[in-house]
């Protein structure tokens, strides 16, 4: 096998964002863009040779030719295996399985997530450690400080590998396994959750419906929620993964999953619904016309998680992202247990995860999950749900209703402002931050403000500080308001308006989230001057 050492250039802004490194498909079509990222990455982790590598992803336009470049790179830098899904396929929570389960080296994962795919869409790639999950912030930024002053890359030349057979093929010396996407992943589900119960469940009067939204969870819901747990054919909706996602957003939430919100909200409506997003990290849940927001969902399953066989014996802790609703912070103190609040990004749960402190974690951008893998996990959370359905035989709104009137329900909302320009966008957070020395005190939404900063973490498994991760407007009452730039959009900035109240009145916890945070949505609006600044009138979406 001959090595090639290509000559190259850095290009600007390879710093990987939330979740690895996403740009237009346009911009990762660039010649040595890719490979720069890629040999950067194996320039920064280490010793890897005669190791495992995984590779895999949501099948987007640009995935099964990122893959092959991926191979030959692998080759050439003395990766000795490389786990490669079918057709290029492994969901996010997949490929962290299998990351674990074969203890791999570490794996590459080629997604956008919930982002566009096509042409002119997204294409992302992201590198994940041995322990399944995305790489820290320390070695995030020595792969971008590589990305800075890379003068060469390393690959080989060879053929494509056909990866639409599975099975065990060389390339260049290097050996390649193409596995099926969908196996270990269903067994470890089947490890964790009441089969036979959801069987059950399903067989008798309760229907439900799956969006897959074409994007990589189809697959894996056809499996598992059809051919295993028995679920008539018809219930996993845009089930065949398409390289543009059919054109559409998979982004499950309330606005881009509106044909499966329709269906909760029409006549004859089923009793469950839920949908994952393009990779398959991300869940909603949905019941006869109800909405779960995720920061519930993530109270409600660590209150639940003893009814399900792989918890039934405790949970160490549970961590949740700083914009999160702090309803889950309640049931772990009835509970007894830790509860950690983390910057936005799921690489934040891993260390804690890791050192047995949490074993649930959740995110208000539609993530839940838990230390089976290192990722979050949309259809594990479906698997969640129902398992909890099965057992306590109630409606999806009565579990919730229920959980509230014990706990109280935290109302809350997040407000996005999509394709902003980026120096209003700042400039929006900047105007809260110039007043954070005159407004505790204040009175704003009626509520008395205790307390405004920039937040920041420390880890507690490994001291590092991670500093700026949302401008917080704290309430004495405990309501909060927050503001954050997304770290994953491609173009422009999009603003993240975050609010939250507490209502412990059980006489006062059935208003739509919206009313109930009326006033402090125009409080927003009034302390950071968003529309003169973006001249926005409405959010692009709500959730
Ligand atoms: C990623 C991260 C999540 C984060 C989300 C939103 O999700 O893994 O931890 O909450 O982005 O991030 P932001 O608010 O910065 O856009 P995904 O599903 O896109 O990989």
Known sequence: MKIHTIATEPFEGQRPGTSGLRKKVKVFQQPHYLENFVQAVFDSIGDFQGQTLVVGGDGRFYNLQA????LRMAAANGFSR?????????????????????????????????????????????????????????????????????????????????????????????????????????????????????????????????????AVTGPYAKVIIEDILGAPAGTVMNGEPKEDFGGGHPDPNLTYAHELVEILYGDDAPDFGAASDGDGDRNMILGNHFFVTP??????????????????????????????????????????????ETPTGWKFFGNLMDAGRVTLCGEESFGTGSDHVREKDGLWAVLFWLNILAVRQESVEAIVVEHWQKFGRNYYSRHDYEGVDSAAAEQVLQNVRDQFATLPGQMLAGRKVGKCDDFAYTDPVDGSVSTNQGVRVLFDDGSRLIFRLSGTGTSGATIRIYLESYEADADKQGL??????????????????????TGRDKPTVIT
């Open 512 to 533: 739509d989230a919206q009313d109930a945070l009326a006033d402090m949505i125009a409080a927003a609006n009034e302390i950071s001057g968003l529309k003169q600044l």
């Open 295 to 340: 920061s519930d969902s993530l109270a409600i399953m660590a209150a639940n998680a003893h009814l399900i066989p792989g918890y039934k014996n405790g949970i160490n802790g549970v961590a949740r992202s700083m914009p999160t609703s702090a309803a889950a912070d309640r049931v772990a103190e009835a509970l007894g247990l830790e509860c950690f």
């Open 67 to 70: 893959i092959q470049t991926i």
């Open 82 to 214: 490389v786990l490669v899904g079918q057709n290029g396929i492994l969901s996010t929570p997949a490929a962290s399985n299998v990351i674990r389960k074969y203890r791999a080296y570490g794996g590459l994962i080629l997604s956008a997530s919930h982002n566009p795919a096509g042409p002119d869409e997204d294409f992302g790639i992201k590198y994940n450690i041995g322990n399944g999950g995305p790489a820290p912030e320390g070695v995030t930024e020595a792969i971008f400080e590589q990305t800075r002053k890379i003068e060469w890359y390393q690959t080989v030349e060879c053929d494509d590998l056909d990866l639409s057979l599975a099975g065990n093929f060389e390339l260049a010396g290097m050996q390649v396994e193409v596995i099926d996407p969908v196996a270990d992943y269903a067994e470890l589900m089947q490890k964790l959750f009441d089969f036979n119960a959801i069987r059950s469940l399903l067989a008798d009067d309760f229907s439900m419906a799956f969006d897959a939204m074409h």
